[in-house]
Structure formats: C-alpha cells, structure tokens
C-alpha cells in the first residue's frame, strides 16, 4: 500500500464537520465510497430507541462565531470546526465577558491546543479555544452568534460486505464521527477504506463486513439491527481506530485475551517491524467497549499505533498532519492487513493416516538419510506431527515459535500431496 | 468491636478446666450461651459411633497433687489445670522420684513452660511441670493423689443458626477444649461469641450457622449428625483458631484452594491492616482436619493471628494474656468479619441489554463528554463491561485491582438503575 | 542389575551388520532371545503394504571392498560393516578416483570418523570412509567390488508380552537396525532385553509389552499390524535409545507433555544420580515420532542417557565402547526399571469414611498428644487427606514433595488397616 495515497485521503476528509450524524457524516461516507464503491450508506431515524439508547435529532451548523469588543471576530467556527462545542445548541445574543467565560472550553496544560468537546444529549451552547486566545479576551460585550439547529433526521452508516469462500464473517470497523482530527479519527476511515479496497481485490476465504459508524451511538444502532446475523457469523472482529502516527503499534485485547482474534493479534504483534503494547479491556475506550459488552460478546481487539489517551495531542487541534503521516498510516494499514492474512492462512489440518509419511515416495525427502535433514522437511515434518485436527496452524506456529506464513506454505505442500486434509474452519 | 470487652470474657474462660467433655467443657458453652443467648447446647452420649471414632466417656477432676518428701505440694491441678495430663487417669498411692519421673512432661527447651499433654484414648496417669520445677525435685518418696474419674456420660457442643434471607449458610466454627491456654484456645470462642452476637444484630443475606465444639471429636461427631444438611447448604466454612495475638494475620487454604472461601480470604488478607500468611492445606493442623477431608470436602479456611506450631508459647502455660491482647483479639474480629463481610456483599449480577447503557439518560454520566471522566463512571462502566452473570463481584474486584466495597457500591448503583440485574445464588 | 553382564552383551552383538531387514537384523533379535528366552521373532514380507510404507526388499550383503591402484584394499566392509552404505547396491567395475570420491561420504570435521550413510529407498551404491583415509587416496584406477542383493525376503521384529495382574500394558520398545555403533544402537536393545529379564522374574501389576524393531520402517509396521490393540490397552510407553553412555540423563516428553508416561519420567528424572535434561517433542528423532504421530498418538516417552544428536560421536564409527560403558548401562537400565516400578507402585486410593480415621484405634498414631507427631504418623494424614480417588499416588506425592515409594508405603499401611481403598486403574 502507497502511504501518500493514504495520506491523501486522509487530508481530503480532514476538514469536514463530522458529528455522529450530519452533512459532514455523510460526506465522509460518500468520500469513502468513492475508494470503495460497493458501501451501502444506511439511515436510522432519529428517535429510534437502540437497545437502551434514543438515536438523536440530527445537528446542523450554518455558522458560529464570537465577535469581541473592538469588533474583531475572535472565535470563528469556519476557521476550525473544533472552536464549536459539537452539537452546541443554537444562540445568538451579547453577552458579557464573565457569561461567556462560562460557556468556553480551553487546556491550560496544553495552552495552544483547542479542545475538542461534545454536548450530545444535553441542551447548551459552547466554544473551544486555546488557552492561549483566551486569556488575550478583554472585558465587555462580547457577540455570539451560533447559528445551529436540531431537527429529527437520521444518523448514517456505511456498510460492505466483500463475500468470500465461506459464511463466516471477519468484521471491521472504525467511526466516523471526529471532526478535524487525524489520527483521531481520520487515519482509522482511511486505513479500513483501502483495506476494503485491498480486500475487494483478492479472493478471500472468510467474507469480510465492514462498517463505518459514528461512535458508541452508531455502533449501538448498527449492533441493535443486526444482533442475531453477527452472533451467528463473526469469527473474529477488529476495530481500527487512531492508527496513522509512526509512534508505536498497540491493540487492546478482548475482555477473555483468548479468542482467535487475540491468538492473530499476538501472532502479528510479534513480527511488526516496531514496538507493539499489549492492553488489556480493561484499557478499553473505543468501540470495543459496545462490541465487547457481556452481552454481545463478539471477539473485537482494536488495533492502533498510539492508543488513543496515550499521546499528547489526543482530542485536540494538535492532532494534525504533524502526528499522522504516510508512513505511519502505511505502517497502520501493514497491521490491519497482516491481521487479515493471518486469518485467511490460519487453516486447520489433519493427518491422512496414522504415522509419518514416507516423504520421499511423495518427493519431499532427500533420498540418502542417517543425518538430520533440516529445513523444510523438518518444519514438514514438524507440521504433520502437531497437525492432530484439533490445533490451528496458528497454535502449530506459536508452538514452534516459527512464523505463521512458514508454517501455512508447508502445510500446504503436504496438503497437495495429500498428507493433510484441511478441515472445514 | 471493643478490644476490651472481647479481652474480658477472654479473661472470664481462661480458668475453666476444659477438655473434649465435662464440665469445664460445659461451663464455657454457658459463658458463650451468656453472649449468644439462642445457643443450644447439644449432647452426645459417651460411646457413640462418630465414622471411625468412638465418644469416649466423660472425664471428671476433683483434685490433683504430688506431695514431696519434705510434706512440700510441689504440683497441684488447683494452681493450674495443664498440671494434670488432660484426660489423666486416676491415682493414689507413694512412688519413688524415679517412678514419678515416668509421669511427668516438661520442656527442656521453654524451662518456665508448663506443657499442654492429652491422653484421650489411653489409660494412663500423668504430671506436667516446668523443667525448673522438674530439676527441683528430690531423691525420695512422693504422695500422688489425682482424684479423677472417667464414667458414661456425654460430649457437648454449641450451636446456633442465625437466619438470613437465604438458606445457603456459612459455616463458622471453633473449638472449646482446650484448657487454660489464651491464644490456643480462648481466642477463637471469644472472637466466634462476638461475630455471631455482631451477626444477630444485622439483617444478613446468607444464614450463619456457628458451632463450638471440642476439637476433632466434636468436630467429627458434629459432622456425623449433621454431613448431608452442611453437604447440601454451606456456601463458605471458616475455623477460628489461634485469633488474639497482635503478631500477623494467617490462614490455612482449602486443598483446592479454589473455593469461594479461599477467594474471600485473599481478597481480605490483601486489605488488612499487617501481613498476612498463607499456608497450603498441607499445613493444616485445626479442624479444617476434619472438614476438608476428602469425603467431607467442605470449603474451609481456617483463620488465624499467628497460626499454631509458629508462635513460641503454642501449646505451654506460657501462652496467656502477654500473647493475647485487646488489640489483638479486635484485629482477629476484623479479620473474621471483613470475610463475612466481603461474602455478603458479593453478589453477581448480569447486564440487563446488549452494548452499554446511556448513563446520561440514567442520571450517572456527566452530560459534556469528550475526555475520560475517570471515578466512580469509570468504575460503573467496568462492572457494566465484566457482569456477564458469570464473574461475581469478587472476581471483578480482582481483575480491577479494586476493593470490593467499591465494586459493591457501583453493582448496586447500577442494580437500582435497572442497569444490572441481580442473579440468585 | 550388574554392570558388566549388560556390556558383555552390548559387545556381543555389536560386530552385527545390522539393517532394516536380513541377517544382521535376525542374529541380533536371536542374541536377544537369549537373554529372553519367551521373545516371538515375528516376518512381514517385503513388498507389505503399512500405512503410508511399503516393506523394502531384504538387504545381504556378501563382501565389498575397494583396491587401490597400488593393489591395497584401501577400505573393506569386512573391517567395519560402517564402510558400506546400508542398503547400498552392489555393484563391480574400475573407475577413477573422481568417478570415486562422487560415491564416498566421509566427515571434513571429524576426519578419524566414518560417517554412518543410509540409502533405503533409493539406488546408489557408496563407500563411507574416515576423511584422513580418503585424504590420502591416490589418482588412479580402482577396483570396486560391492557383492550385494537385494530380493523379496522379510522385516522382522521380536515382541515378547508379560503378563500382570492387569490387562493394561506397558509398551516398551527400542530399535535393532543400526550397525556397529554402541550407543545407537546397542544400548537400547541391550538396555531393554535385560528390562524384560528383570521383569519376566518379577510379580508385575501391569503388563508388559515389549518389541525390539527396526526403527521407523519397523515401528510403522508392528503399529501397523497392532494399532486397535495398543490404542485400548497401552497406559503408558517408553522407548529406550542411546542409553549406555555416562555424560547425562535425558528424555523426550509426549506432545501433550501430559500424558502418565511424562508425570512418571518427572518424577523419576527428579531422583536420578545426575542431571536429567528434559526435551520437548519437538526435539523427537527416534520412534516417538511414529507412536507419537497424531492419528496414533500413544503415551509415548523416550528415554536416553545422551540424547541422539546431542554427542559428537553420533551416528559414526567413534561411537563405540569408549562412549558407552558398563555405569553408562548401568543407569540406564536404572533410569528406565525406576520408571516400572513408579508405575507399578502408584495406584490410586480413596478413604474409606468422612473425616481423618482414629489413627490410635488402628495401632497407627502415638496415644498420648498434643503435640505434632512428624514422620510416619504425619505423611499418613496427609496420604488419607489428599486421597480423594482422584488424585493418584504420583499426583499427592508431588503435591507433598515427597518420593512416591514413601508415599507408596504410607498409602499401603492404610490400605492394609482398612482406611484407604484402592480403585482399580
């Protein structure tokens, strides 16, 4: 994968004022259907009880901008969609420096960075600015003019399903609902996107669904549609999410640390080319934590390079172009994929008959013996001796400490010359 | 609880010449019945079948002494009831100081210490003194007079149910022959009086069931009357032993230790205020003898201050009011009733729908998001995430590294917000 | 077991021009008969069909030798039966040193060795000389004469059962088709003959199966031949190989590492005289790879001194009896016998009624207490406490730290007296 491709997408989709539902929403699905034509773009009306939440009325800006005292238009939501408070109610009036001190977000700690801060389902008007800008306001009237509404409309959400050889489904996700922030959260649209691309163009084994939602709302709309099919398909699921920077690699684990998607995520984890940090669900914070409640369960690990909390600019204007770059967004989409791969070699075999087989009358042996042979007829052998119908390849490889692809490639000859027979996964 | 007042009745039972039956046996029930007043005292008839064991006759003392050739009382049962081999058969007669020899028991190693020696299941007469005392003696004749008896009688135990909203109980016992001996064993009927009048007074959800009994025999005959009901009811069974002294905590596991018992016991021992010990069932020595046997099997931990075998004074005249102390005899309260405790708060619970819930909608969220909010939400949405009606809150408490009141407090929080729903034991 | 008979015998049988099939083969399990006089020399023709093998034809050899241009027979079968490639064609013509040296193996870095070479299953006729001697052949012409068959004839093994008091088997085996080499292979038939001669005058528990093959081709065509019997009767297995050397002792666990033949080999490994290395399946090489494989997937542990590979001598002319030695077979032989007898002695038991027996009434315990009694008494309790018809003997001594014969006899003073019941295996 091009990392400049990636980083092109992701610059286009950066400015748009997402929210979890919206122009700027359906923008991002639109921006994502052009990379992968095949997306369904689906509608909840707002109002809709999902499980045990109401999806809300949709949200709208027009404009929204603060005008101080000398007449200088000191907040300007044109200028950089997080000065708003997302889903910020409507206002317009003039007020005093101390009432609108009350209605402004800043980080002392992080005095040039605008905050980014939602008001979903509560009725209240705000802006975000650096802490900076904010001690330079002066005393006297200030002028707010927000010129934003709610209104029953729907909340979206993309979804493809790329078939495979099999039923059973491998789920992908990310959200949608960030607004210009890059690693959080226009590098996981982007990565899942062209893996999708990516995925559209080989012949896989499992079939591949992915979704692109707004988070915790959007994945509990999605889940509350289509509880039972993923209950019944999923093998194994992940969640990409703040996974173009070049930090570090990390993924946080399934609350059991014990299903298939853990048991690949490991397998990977082991041969990136970085560091990668193992957490725990306890360390949950994305859509993993709707994926992996008790009573949907499905085996989600969400796949990062640096976890979203872990890095300085998270939710915040410093989560820029400067954080997210084409290497790591490449580096991020290296993760997903070698996921992806491991599961679709991740057969299971058995032996044909009991003992070892006579490699040589099969052409796999050096036909002049007494020593150890090494190498590939080792490993074959290796394969047929732990292939028992029961231990995956990825059991088999983790217990030769040998790599996954190695391990596939001689089950595989073998297979051809019907010394194993793959079992149906 | 009033170190004071547990030290008193300590004091009030310390002189009382206890042994597997009689009426230093039966003095002491009374004296529990004088702070349990529900206590029924039970009796066994001498002879009867326990398993193996047979309830020996009933033991009666009404003097013991050895006069020495200068007309000297140089032993005498009245100055202190571990003079007499406990069980000792009667005697009168003139003996040498060589024939006297082969009666006493002394310990060379703890010169000061007058032993503690049973001769329950043999006939046979017999002294104790200190090595001191011991060298003291002179060449010549000595007067032995133990005036005691061994008739048909009975052994007595005491018992007491204390009715909770459940009929699962937990099983609480301790020992009531040993004779003037503090740690070893006042400790365990005083502190066991004390949580069962602290649980008489409180609305429980388990009933309690609490036994004093002669040691093994009691144990054993308790539990050949009464196997299948304990079989079938007790959730958790904790022995009291060796529970006044100031000097560690310590508690003997289950052979399993895997029980709900040993689960609560770690939990606990984690937040006391000192060290606490943990010994494998190997190093049993109490009646978790008895109750951890094989085909008996229930889930006993036996609770200790400094566990017997591994104080100095274990099983000597020393061991008196300088071991046990008002504060050590609270910290053993504390420790007994931090398990009770824990057992009555851990409850398992199930979310009630998939995905989490709105907390917002529910009054538990704060209403602008956008960063962690950390505390007491971030507690609820972990036990949200880990109540799989599986994992009750002692395992969630651990996998949070989090006390269990705290986890108890948002359980039940979330319980009265219909957000989790309480299974029954 | 004396030392010296065993390498007597190991020298006997050591000139042996042993292979897969022919006389070699048939005088070694003659030699063995000698020692076993019961063992049943069993065929299976050449051309058989065995799982994925074919039998090859019979292998002779009569004589086979090379003449220099000098007229000096400058290597000769008749010297060392290792000069020839086993299963070499025949073959009689003059070539030149270059038409030569292209069928000669010889060993760059242990130039004083000749290299052991096998060609089963392939035509190619080869000389193996020691790389000093090939060294100093001159150019020239050179007189090849190799008078060897091979022709329809048979396999054969030799399978002796002793029987118990059981009819579950112990399966033991090594392997007869190595030529003049001490360690591999000897020791292992020389070990495991006398094994059978020691238990053959012994009253056993189980059975004992034992079969002297040649490896691989011999172990796929007796599991061939017996794969329902041994998949219903085999408790437990060991193959002996390399087990006559004094550098260290060793074994290979079953895949599972689980099975009772690894609980045993541990236990045992524990009490050897020296270091026991303990190697993974995946450090196989000798017929546990067949009986191992996972369609047949016997309990099946290999036993050596030092581990095949892991001596330089391996697989070449140095090892001879400066490798192995009368100690070296000496605890073999120890090492596998010690194995039987922890099989034999570990039963499993269950106690006979609820609660600890009257160990006094039984003539078990010291009848005046009060004090721990150590010893005896001490590991009785602790028998009857962990003897909940579960646990076998091997577990509860490990559980106890504690060797399994006094495990063995504790349990068995209270099998005697009633207090312990043994369940059939």
Redesign the interface.
């Known amino acids: 994968m091009n990392g400049e491709e990636l980083l092109d997408f992701a610059k286009s989709i950066f400015p748009f004022n997402r929210s979890i539902t919206g122009d700027g929403l359906r923008r991002t699905l639109e921006a994502i259907r052009g990379v992968l034509p095949e997306l369904e773009i689906r509608a909840v009306p707002s109002g809709t009880q999902c499980?045990?939440?109401?999806v809300p009325d949709e949200w709208s800006v027009n404009e929204a901008y603060v005008i101080d005292p000398h007449g200088n238009r000191v907040i300007d939501f044109a200028a950089n969609n997080l000065h708003l408070?997302?889903y910020s109610d409507g206002f317009v009036g003039d007020v005093s420096l101390d009432e609108l001190q009350a209605h402004l977000h800043s980080l002392p700690d992080q005095p040039t960075a605008i905050?980014?801060?939602?008001?979903?389902?509560?009725n209240?008007w705000?802006f975000c600015i650096s802490e900076n800008e904010r001690r330079k306001l002066v005393e006297g009237n200030y002028r707010v003019v927000i010129d934003s509404r709610k209104f029953p409309g729907e909340l979206n959400f993309g979804e493809i399903l790329i078939p495979g050889e099999l039923n059973e489904e491998i789920f992908l996700t990310t959200y949608v609902c960030h607004p210009s922030m890059a690693n959080n959260e226009v590098s996981g649209p982007t990565v899942l996107a062209h893996l999708g691309k990516w995925l559209s163009n080989r012949n896989n084994r499992f079939s591949y669904r992915i979704v692109f939602a707004p988070e915790?709302i959007g994945?509990?709309a999605y889940?509350?549609k289509n509880?039972t099919h993923l209950q019944k398909h999923v093998k194994a699921a992940f969640n990409l999410t703040c996974i173009g920077d070049e930090r570090t690699y990390s993924y946080i684990s399934t609350?059991s640390e014990n299903t298939l998607s853990d048991r690949v995520v490991r397998h990977v984890a082991n041969q990136l080319p970085g560091d990668c940090r193992r957490f725990s669900?306890?360390d949950?914070?994305s859509d993993e934590?709707?994926y992996?409640?008790?009573?949907?369960?499905l085996p989600m690990v969400t796949l990062c390079r640096t976890r979203f909390?872990d890095y300085p600019e998270y939710?915040t204007s410093l989560d820029d172009f400067s954080v997210v770059t084409a290497e790591g967004l490449k580096g991020g989409f290296n993760f997903a994929s070698q996921c992806v791969q491991t599961l679709e070699i991740n057969k299971t075999y058995?032996?044909q008959?009991?003992?070892?087989?006579?490699l040589?009358?099969h052409g796999l042996y050096p036909?002049?013996?007494?020593?150890?042979t090494g190498g590939d007829t080792n490993l074959m052998?290796?394969v047929?001796?732990?292939?028992?119908?029961d231990a995956d390849l990825l059991e088999i490889a983790e217990?030769?400490s040998c790599p996954l692809d190695h391990v596939a490639k001689a089950a595989n000859t073998l297979a051809n010359a019907n010394?194993l027979r793959h079992l149906d996964n």
């Open positions: 499980f045990d939440w109401i408070v997302n905050p980014y801060v939602t008001s979903y389902y509560s209240a705000g915790t994945a509990i889940l509350s509880f609350r669900f306890q949950r914070g934590r709707q992996g409640s008790p009573l949907v369960n909390y939710h058995v032996a008959f009991p003992c070892e087989p006579q040589g009358r036909l002049t013996g007494g020593r150890p052998l290796d047929l001796a732990y292939s028992d119908g217990i030769l010394l």
